[in-house]
């Protein structure tokens, strides 16, 4: 999806605004404080219902106000324009579609799949696995089908044994094992097909980012991986009892990133972390397109840090390369070779106001 228009409504310190960003590259330049960062949050609370800046969404509103409210026109190619729109106020929100009503925020995050990368998420790969599961989580999310529902499947078959095993003298955890183990496996095979299919593109755009051969990616299935998972749940049973939950299983699973024979982390700097972790995004996004046709929009916050300029405009080049919506946030434009990018919007943003001067509010591009 391309996000064509953009309308916000009360969001942090922004000012009402509508604005029509390019299809390729848009800069959002300013201060800090601005409202750079918040032109990002609204795209993705559009895209997620909710923010990466707080866990209350009424926190997100314009301070002395109760509602808040992002609208959105996305295209896809050979497909209709749709509108989205999220609207809070007081502790409800309300999610649509071109007018109708969504229920789930996985109904929003279908129709506008985004990425965001700020200064903060080389940690996907220092922290523990949660983060790295939720990456693996949302590229199977937009490329199967089958695997939303197979993931509420396990976690509500996952709750109910770790109720029994806290309760294991009046109810037996075994009654929930074989459904248990039915959509744990089947969890486990899309995610390591997934992985499979990652790996080999993952090393291209290592080596075209700052030509590192010998950095891979492994996956654990989060069990023993000589063993059955039903093996598994019958070996763990007296500790899982014990501890009051299920110590194994795809909720335990991990994204392994080594350099040659050890882990990434230990020997890149943060700065290489946070460019393997560029490449590890565009791998993503270039599998995603290879598997659905569809593009993705990106959100960056703060693209200066720790990348030098040829590395910020590689990594500009290889997404537009891939037909990707790009957002970034600077503080001064000449910290992007913009000559080197043909198709893009400069938006100057300053006390929560947007101004542009290459914006065209009637432009559709040709074919959409």
């Known amino acids: 999806m391309t996000l064509l228009h953009l309308g916000v409504q009360n969001v942090r310190n922004l000012k009402e605004t509508s604005i029509y960003p390019s299809t390729a590259v848009n800069f959002l330049v300013g201060n800090n404080g601005s409202g750079k960062t918040s032109v990002l949050e609204s795209i993705f609370l559009l895209g997620r219902a ?3 800046r707080t866990s209350r969404l009424s926190n997100v509103t314009k301070q002395g106000l109760e509602n808040f409210a992002v609208s959105g026109k996305l295209v896809q190619l050979e497909a209709p324009p749709v509108i989205l729109r999220l609207a809070h106020k007081s502790k409800a929100t309300t999610l649509s579609a071109d007018d109708r009503t969504l229920r789930k925020a996985s109904d929003l995050a279908s129709y506008l799949p985004l990425i965001y990368i700020d200064s903060s998420s080389y940690r996907l790969l220092s922290e523990g696995p949660n983060q790295r599961r939720n990456f693996l989580d949302w ?21 109910q044994r770790n109720a029994a095993l806290r309760d294991w003298h009046r109810l037996d955890p075994g009654l929930w094992d074989s459904e248990l183990i039915d959509s744990g496996e089947e969890i486990d095979r899309m995610r390591r097909v997934y992985v499979q299919e990652l790996a080999p593109i993952l090393a291209r755009y290592t080596q075209i980012l700052f030509n590192q051969g010998g950095s891979r990616i492994g996956y654990w299935r989060g069990w023993d991986p000589n063993q059955t998972y039903a093996e598994s749940l019958a070996n763990s049973r007296i500790q899982d009892q014990s501890s009051g939950f299920t110590r194994r299983g795809p909720h335990r699973a991990d994204l392994e990133v080594y350099s040659d024979d050890r882990l990434l982390v230990d020997t890149f700097s943060r700065g290489q972390q946070k460019l393997f972790l560029c490449a590890l ?16 929009v990106v959100l960056i916050d703060d693209l200066s840090s720790e990348l030098d300029p040829d590395n910020r405009n590689h990594l500009v080049k290889l997404l537009t390369e891939l037909g990707t919506q790009v957002f970034i946030t600077m503080t001064e434009a000449s910290l992007v070779d913009e000559n080197e990018i043909a198709d893009k919007t400069v938006f100057h943003v300053k006390h929560g106001t947007l101004c542009s001067k290459t914006a065209h509010p009637d432009l559709v591009p040709a074919g959409w």
């Open 139 to 159: 590229g199977l999310f937009h490329v199967e089908p089958g695997f939303l529902p197979m993931w509420k499947r396990y976690n509500r078959v996952l709750r």
């Open 281 to 296: 995004h565009i791998a993503q996004i270039d599998l995603f397109r290879r598997r659905t046709g569809k593009s993705t």
């Open 50 to 52: 909710r923010s990466f």
